[in-house]
């Protein structure tokens, strides 16, 4: 279909555009040409078996890839025989992967949602799909049944979207209902707050956030757009 046509996701990595599809599938442009995915020119395409949730550059030359059902490294190895690149493909973290739109550039460890709450790359390597661990077992009550996807699940309550807050260590999650999870890291253990994203008097009217974005401007300071 058209809707599958369209990469869901984008990072750029070793000069290259990739592009995540739902189908599971990842697209790798020419070395420095991103509008370019000629085989010939060395751009390729590989497959994940499940549908491709995030990407993320994590450290030195290897780039992360979240999955619904698991997390996969892809990293680059120098060339084979004939001169084309060669590509090393792991499975980071299998069985447990990323929900949507929720992987965001942490530092050392991507942090992101699964579901089982709030988590980094280090601490799903470590523990899998278990529930300890998770940065936000304070609340787990409150957040699994929004995480768990199911017919007996109000659609409105579901994660929509991540952000990151440097200037304040948090981690953000945004929900559909406008409702918003702040993790505030650096202390013993993370601080969780939750926000109701008003936008008048009535408990209706509320910020409907589609997706998020944040930078630093010229002076340093956050700047989250949703």
């Given at each position: 279909?058209i809707?599958?046509?369209?990469?869901?996701h984008?990072?750029?990595?070793?000069?290259?555009?990739?592009?995540?599809?739902?189908?599971?599938?990842?697209a790798?442009?020419?070395?420095?040409?991103?509008?370019?995915?000629?085989?010939?020119?060395?751009?390729?395409?590989?497959?994940?078996?499940?549908?491709?949730?995030?990407?993320?550059?994590?450290?030195?030359?290897?780039?992360?890839?979240?999955?619904e059902?698991?997390?996969?490294s892809?990293?680059?190895?120098?060339?084979?025989?004939?001169?084309?690149p060669?590509y090393?493909?792991?499975?980071?973290?299998?069985?447990?992967?990323?929900?949507?739109?929720?992987?965001?550039d942490?530092?050392?460890?991507?942090?992101?949602?699964?579901?089982?709450?709030?988590?980094?790359?280090?601490?799903?390597?470590?523990?899998?799909?278990?529930?300890?661990?998770?940065?936000?077992?304070?609340v787990?009550?409150?957040?699994?049944?929004?995480?768990?996807?199911?017919l007996?699940?109000?659609?409105?309550?579901?994660?929509?979207?991540?952000?990151?807050?440097?200037?304040?260590?948090?981690?953000?999650?945004?929900?559909?209902?406008?409702?918003?999870?702040?993790?505030?890291?650096?202390?013993?253990?993370?601080?969780?707050?939750?926000?109701?994203?008003?936008?008048?008097?009535?408990?209706?009217?509320?910020?409907?956030v589609?997706?998020t974005?944040?930078?630093?401007?010229?002076?340093?300071?956050d700047?989250?757009?949703?």
């Amino acid at each position: 279909s058209i809707d599958l046509d369209k990469p869901r996701h984008l990072e750029v990595w070793q000069f290259r555009l990739c592009l995540g599809y739902k189908w599971g599938e990842m697209a790798v442009s020419q070395g420095g040409d991103p509008t370019s995915f000629d085989g010939t020119l060395n751009a390729w395409i590989t497959g994940f078996g499940s549908p491709i949730t995030g990407l993320q550059k994590l450290n030195g030359q290897t780039l992360g890839v979240f999955c619904e059902d698991s997390v996969y490294s892809v990293t680059a190895g120098g060339t084979d025989g004939i001169g084309n690149p060669f590509y090393d493909q792991q499975v980071l973290v299998p069985k447990v992967g990323a929900l949507e739109y929720t992987v965001q550039d942490a530092g050392n460890s991507p942090m992101y949602v699964d579901p089982r709450g709030v988590t980094d790359l280090d601490t799903t390597s470590n523990y899998g799909d278990f529930q300890m661990g998770r940065m936000s077992n304070a609340v787990h009550r409150w957040l699994l049944p929004r995480l768990r996807r199911t017919l007996s699940t109000p659609k409105e309550n579901h994660v929509v979207a991540t952000t990151v807050a440097r200037a304040k260590n948090q981690f953000r999650v945004y929900f559909a209902d406008g409702h918003r999870m702040s993790v505030t890291l650096g202390g013993e253990r993370p601080q969780i707050t939750r926000q109701f994203l008003y936008t008048g008097g009535r408990k209706n009217q509320y910020i409907r956030v589609l997706n998020t974005e944040a930078d630093i401007d010229s002076l340093y300071r956050d700047r989250v757009f949703f």
